[in-house]
């Protein structure tokens, strides 16, 4: 079975201050891993797809990286407006268009 | 339309009713996903169409749960007997194509309380 697990669970950060977020996975085939922003009472909204190992991707003050078995976002020099909850999902080679979701990171950034 | 727009935004139901949530895909996309998101998790596959065609509905907890796309563009998701369990966002999701890897496109849910 696929799975995707995220950590932290929640991270405060103070403007300006970079850190980054993890993403494992156990996946059959891995097919893509995918980077998902979700604001309060919205959908996820894409980031990011990676589809192989050692490639990178890069969006304003995010990065998002890949191996074998982790990928991680980057957040350079994060502003107020990064907060959101990122979601990190695999898509394996067993099944067809089926999204295995991690919980979450929640990242809060205060100014 | 200019996303995807889902119908109701809210829905409370006593337990034991049958509700029913509306999706409409952005216009022309081939895909079609359900996704259920239960409160501080990620959200889980639900089911899956390319134009009409159900291709994966692996994801769906009981037969109370049953969805359809009969002319490959509005989807509903129905949800028979509902029980407190059931009680969730569920997101609605389009592809532009039936490619897998593509990038989702998600609408904003429908919060479904069961009381």
């Known amino acids: 079975e696929d799975q995707v697990t995220q950590s932290p669970e929640a991270l405060r950060l103070q403007e300006g201050e970079s850190s980054s977020l993890n993403c494992s996975y156990t996946?059959?085939?891995?097919?893509?891993l995918f980077w998902y922003r979700q604001d309060p009472g919205k959908g996820p909204e894409f980031l990011f797809t990676?589809?192989?190992a050692g490639e990178e991707k890069e969006k304003e003050r995010l990065k998002a990286t890949l191996t074998k078995k982790e990928s991680f976002l980057h957040i350079t020099a994060p502003k107020p407006e990064d907060s959101a909850t990122y979601l990190c999902?695999?898509?394996?080679?067993?099944?067809?268009?089926?999204?295995?979701f991690g919980q979450g990171t929640i990242l809060t950034v205060h100014p | 339309g200019a996303g995807v727009s889902q119908s109701p935004r809210y829905k409370v139901a006593k337990r034991g009713q049958d509700v029913a949530l509306r999706c409409d895909p952005i216009?022309?996309?081939?895909?079609l996903f359900w996704y259920q998101q239960a409160l501080g998790q990620g959200p889980e596959f639900l089911t899956y169409?390319?134009?009409?065609?159900?291709?994966?509905k692996s994801g769906l907890p009981s037969d109370r749960f049953f969805a359809e796309r009969p002319e490959g563009s509005v989807s509903t998701l129905k949800i028979q007997r509902t029980q407190q369990e059931d009680s969730a966002v569920y997101l609605c999701?389009?592809?532009?194509?039936?490619?897998?890897?593509?990038?989702?496109?998600f609408g904003s849910g429908t919060q479904l309380s069961v009381l």
């Open positions: 999701a389009s592809s532009r194509t039936g490619g897998s890897n593509e990038k989702l496109f």
């Open positions: 990676l589809y192989s």
């Open positions: 996946v059959s085939g891995l097919r893509g």
């Open positions: 169409f390319q134009n009409e065609a159900q291709l994966d």
């Open positions: 999902a695999a898509l394996g080679g067993t099944s067809y268009g089926k999204l295995t």
């Open positions: 216009s022309g996309h081939v895909s």
